[in-house]
């Protein structure tokens, strides 16, 4: 595809600021979207599982084994990996934590079917449904946004998606219909005991109401089963490796002993992931039960992985680490649908041997920052104090941070107290000073408080998804973004581009 639009990279418009033209994406959106909110409390005690695993322990290492015993029952392959061999070329599509049905997702689906033409499949990387994966929500929050992909999508779940035990993402994704047996109940007022007290269980599924759903995305060529929640896929000359992290980004000793066998084949590989290894400049290698982490498992040069994608964190991020003479690119790209998680606090990059000059992400810190800025100016009724410019933030954040601007700033990028309180207020990487103590929530604090609000406002949303195209003898990622805007929609800018050699 012929890239004629700026990127964020180029200017402010390629960013999405300034005077722009509404995206068509409403115009997908059902007639009423239900607005999630963290504030209400049958929400959050519907999503109490991740809190409660982490009180009294992980239950979803033998909840995961018990679904994968059912599936290999079924007549599911026992080494987990799906068979696409055939062309040497192909391409497909990744999109990260998607599913809370309002304008933030929406507005992704127009750019990511004009891209995503001639494409072979699309691999959904955690989260695909928010607030809790419960059944009743993927007619709005995946069949229909998606009903015009042609092709089949996989998916990972991630830890929302685990909230009602997975039941539904088992349905939706491997075509496993009845719900599990209950286990056996445990000894009284053990921690387990506490557990299964308080857990929250799946609720009924609404069958017609479900299979409406599916009928929008019911043609052939859509159709596919995956033999569990963390898989393989062959597709040419490349492995692509799911995997599971559950409630709390971890996985369980029979998913680790797979995932070391899966990766022993000669194939190079790409691991999916809902946890990413390298994020906000910090490594996360992810414990697997028994010893070890994935992360060794991705470094080891006999298993020959090249990169590793993961969702979770809603932004896009790259950090290519040098390992024993050789490049992984570790991405986070969990832009694809839900609340846009803040870039400007990321501090300084160093990390496994990448710097700044190396590192990138998308949005770009300042307009992380200005797009922020914004929000509480709206939310605490302080425009006049808290907006700021996207020239402004730009500038704030390079200086607060010790780096090149992102792009060249505008004219009104002046440097005043006031921007400096801001930046401070909320939370700019870089060395603290006495505004520091009184940082705003701009993590997940925000996001779980104050976002589903909030992320129904205009755009620029700063959502992105990936495409990448697989020959013999390379493999090339770029991450395009979409706004809300019409502009992007028409021709979705690139954020960030990188090949892969394979051979």
């Known amino acids: 595809m012929h890239r004629v639009s700026d990127s964020s990279r180029d200017t402010a418009q390629g960013a999405g600021w300034?005077?722009?033209e509404p995206g068509t994406y409403k115009q997908l959106m059902p007639d009423h979207v239900e607005k999630l909110s963290w504030l209400n409390p049958r929400t959050l005690w519907a999503a109490r599982n991740g809190v409660l695993a982490s009180w009294f322990g992980d239950p979803t290492g033998r909840t995961r084994g018990r679904w994968v015993a059912r599936r290999e029952a079924a007549?599911?392959?026992?080494?987990?990996?799906?068979?696409?061999?055939?062309?040497?070329?192909?391409?497909?599509?990744?999109?990260?934590?998607?599913?809370?049905?309002?304008?933030?997702?929406?507005?992704?689906?127009?750019?990511?079917?004009?891209?995503?033409?001639?494409?072979?499949?699309a691999v959904i990387a955690s989260d695909v449904i928010y607030p809790v994966g419960s059944a009743e929500?993927?007619?709005?929050?995946?069949?229909?946004?998606?009903?015009?992909?042609?092709?089949?999508?996989?998916?990972?779940?991630?830890?929302?998606?685990?909230?009602?035990?997975?039941?539904a993402f088992m349905r939706v994704f491997c075509d496993d219909t009845p719900p599990l047996d209950p286990e056996p109940r445990p000894r009284p007022l053990g921690r387990a005991w506490w557990r299964a007290l308080l857990w929250h269980r799946p609720r009924p599924t609404d069958e017609q109401r479900l299979t409406a759903a599916r009928a929008l995305r019911s043609a052939p060529g859509q159709q596919a089963a995956q033999p569990g929640p963390y898989w393989a896929i062959d597709a040419g000359p490349l492995r692509i490796v799911g995997i599971?992290?559950?409630?709390?980004?971890?996985?369980d000793a029979e998913q680790g002993a797979w995932l070391r066998e899966v990766s022993r084949d000669p194939k190079p590989k790409i691991l999916i992931t809902g946890s990413p290894l390298y994020v906000d400049g910090e490594h996360h290698p992810c414990a697997i039960e028994g010893g070890g982490t994935v992360d060794e498992i991705v470094r080891d040069p006999d298993h020959h992985y090249v990169a590793?994608?993961?969702?979770?964190?809603?932004?896009?991020?790259?950090?290519?680490?040098?390992?024993?003479?050789?490049?992984?690119?570790?991405?986070?790209?969990?832009?694809?649908?839900?609340?846009?998680?803040?870039?400007?606090?990321?501090?300084?990059?160093?990390?496994?041997?990448?710097?700044?000059r190396d590192f990138r992400c998308y949005p770009l810190?300042?307009?992380?920052?200005?797009?922020?800025s914004h929000l509480y100016g709206r939310r605490l009724r302080l425009?006049?104090?808290?907006?700021?410019?996207?020239?402004?933030?730009?500038?704030?954040?390079?200086?607060?941070?010790?780096?090149?601007?992102?792009?060249?700033?505008?004219?009104?990028?002046?440097?005043?107290?006031?921007?400096?309180?801001?930046?401070?207020?909320?939370?700019?990487?870089?060395?603290?000073?006495?505004t520091s103590r009184f940082r705003l929530p701009v993590h997940?604090?925000?996001?779980?408080?104050?976002?589903?609000?909030?992320?129904?406002?205009?755009?620029?949303?700063?959502?992105?998804?990936?495409?990448?195209?697989?020959?013999?003898?390379?493999?090339?990622?770029?991450?395009?973004?979409?706004?809300?805007?019409?502009?992007?929609?028409?021709?979705?800018?690139?954020?960030?581009?990188?090949?892969?050699?394979?051979?």
């Not at 601007?405 to 309180?421: E, F, H, I, M």
């Not at 706004?483 to 892969?500: K, L, W």
Request: aromatic fraction near 10%; glycine fraction near 12%.
């Open 18 to 20: 300034g005077s722009a």
């Open 308 to 356: 590793a994608i993961g969702g979770d964190i809603h932004n896009y991020q790259r950090y290519p680490v040098d390992v024993d003479g050789r490049t992984i690119q570790y991405v986070v790209a969990g832009g694809g649908g839900a609340f846009m998680h803040a870039t400007h606090t990321i501090p300084r990059v160093s990390v496994g041997g990448v710097t700044e």
């Open 383 to 434: 425009p006049r104090l808290l907006n700021l410019t996207e020239a402004e933030a730009t500038t704030i954040v390079a200086e607060r941070l010790g780096i090149e601007p992102g792009r060249k700033p505008g004219s009104d990028a002046q440097v005043t107290r006031r921007t400096r309180l801001v930046a401070s207020l909320l939370g700019t990487g870089g060395r603290p000073d006495r």
């Open 244 to 251: 599971d992290t559950g409630l709390l980004g971890t996985i």
């Open 444 to 503: 997940k604090v925000y996001t779980q408080l104050f976002s589903p609000g909030s992320a129904t406002y205009s755009p620029p949303f700063f959502k992105c998804f990936l495409r990448l195209d697989v020959s013999p003898e390379a493999l090339r990622l770029r991450c395009f973004a979409a706004t809300g805007n019409r502009a992007q929609e028409v021709d979705p800018p690139v954020e960030d581009e990188f090949v892969i050699p394979l051979k």
């Open 365 to 372: 810190r300042g307009d992380s920052l200005a797009f922020y």
């Open 137 to 167: 929500d993927y007619g709005d929050k995946f069949f229909r946004p998606y009903q015009d992909y042609p092709a089949p999508i996989y998916a990972i779940p991630g830890n929302h998606d685990w909230y009602e035990d997975l039941g």
């Open 75 to 121: 007549g599911a392959p026992a080494d987990k990996v799906i068979r696409r061999d055939g062309a040497d070329q192909f391409s497909f599509m990744v999109i990260g934590d998607t599913g809370e049905g309002d304008g933030c997702q929406y507005a992704v689906v127009p750019g990511f079917l004009k891209v995503s033409q001639d494409t072979d499949f």
